[in-house]
């Protein structure tokens, strides 16, 4: 198991769980360069030099975002690994995660960070990068299980197909946003997890349809 996926959320005043709440939907619908503390004062009814006493810039307070959603976002893997056995499941399952964001008109919150990434404070980088890491890292996994129990099937590395579901599910949540459409992103998700599957497992999905 991934270690940081034994960390939990640091407890936050309440007044700063709402604007963090309020900065992330702000975020994953517009990106990080699209809204503004104005933004958020105006929401919540405050000034904005309320918000800067819970957080100083917005470079500290992207820093937050990122942490706050990595942690959670790790927290759903660990939950997923948990209920389900099967490595071909766990990547449906992996895949509607996203699924989930784009259905509540929704986008990744580090994918939006990660188009913005060359205008980003310098010291949110390395969460943004953070965040791809463990994902890589535990699809790694996942993939490694299935060769091993013969239910997938690839020639490249487990670190190399990692990186390639993380592109085109993120490349998929792009390209289904303008329009308004999730059934290009299941298309795309299925078609890749389809050509994972090893050959008996293709078989043995296909007659269960039947």
Partial sequence: MLTSMEEREPERLPTATLILDV??????IRGFNAF???DIATELKMSKAALHYHFVGKAELGGELINRYTIRFVAALAA????VSDAPARLAAYSDLYLALLLEQKMCLCGMLATD????????????????????????????D???KGALEFEETPSEIAWMIIGCLQGAMLIAKPYGDTSRFKSTASQLFKGLRAPAAKTSRSRAVK
């Fill in 23 to 28: 900065a992330e939907r702000l975020l994953q």
């Fill in 36 to 38: 503004s503390y104005a």
């Fill in 80 to 83: 997923l690994e948990a209920r």
């Fill in 117 to 144: 990434f060359e205008t980003l404070p310098d010291s949110m980088h390395a969460g943004v990068v953070a965040f791809f890491d463990k994902n890589e890292e535990w699809l790694s996994r996942v993939l490694e």
């Fill in 146 to 148: 299935g060769i091993e």
